[in-house]
């Protein structure tokens, strides 16, 4: 099974391997005992870092999270009760995929107040974003703003994206599709009413995230790498003290 370690180290491996230069933090949250991962992205140097776009990648890893990978589904329902052919600790496709935020940074350094080329500026790099993210099913812009000498200043553009891993599906990435969830869960309630007539015994959900999670986070480090050169690029081309 997955742990929070195998999925950091899957992504800083994947990370590494495509020249991304990676600062990862970790914490737990002692009352839940949830555990954060955050970890800022960036191309080049570290020194010349601050004058570049860059990309924390953060997702939290929760008690349940904990349980499956360290029990599995079986584990999980012997805990509570004798096992049931129905119980829904067996099933793992409805236990909700982990997110991973993605929020890009990019330095403004305008001396120009806010104007409304800064709006198409925004809508042009959500555009841009989108474009080069095969796995993030959402993408929101914005800017923070500064006071300096009774100016509101534009500071730096900000995009946050999301991408859905469901770890814990059976079905994998194609776990995500509406239609497939729907699809199993008919031939589950099917083959449950055979194997309750038969007096079978119903097998727990086996996912197996560690067989596609690997690739999957090869892709999202791509799509990072573009992205973050889709925001150096605009920035350059459309700066906002010619605008």
Known sequence: MLTYEDLTSIFLKAAANLELVTHPEYWMNARSLEREFACTCHT???????????????????????????EGPVGICDFFHEPDEHCPHLHTSDIPPLVLDLAYSTPLHSTSVVSPSLADLTQ??????????????????????????NRLLPETLTLQQRVELP?????????????????????????????????????????????????????????????????????????????
């Open 44 to 70: 080049g140097t570290c020194d010349d870092a601050e004058h570049h776009s860059s990309c924390t990648v953060s997702f939290t890893w929760s008690t349940m999270d904990t349980a499956l990978s360290l």
């Open 124 to 149: 042009m790099l959500k555009l841009r974003a989108s474009e080069n993210s095969s796995r993030a099913n959402e993408t929101r812009p914005g800017v923070t703003l500064t006071m300096q000498d």
């Open 167 to 243: 770890i814990w599906h059976p079905d994998g990435m194609r776990g995500l599709h509406d239609d497939m969830q729907m699809q199993r869960r008919a031939e589950r309630r099917f083959y449950d009413e055979e194997e309750e007539e038969e007096g079978a015994e119903v097998l727990a959900d086996n996912p197996r995230p560690e067989e596609w999670l690997p690739q999957v986070l090869v892709e999202v480090c791509q799509d990072i790498l573009h992205v973050l050169a889709a925001l150096d690029a605009s920035i350059s081309y459309h700066p906002l003290d010619n605008a």
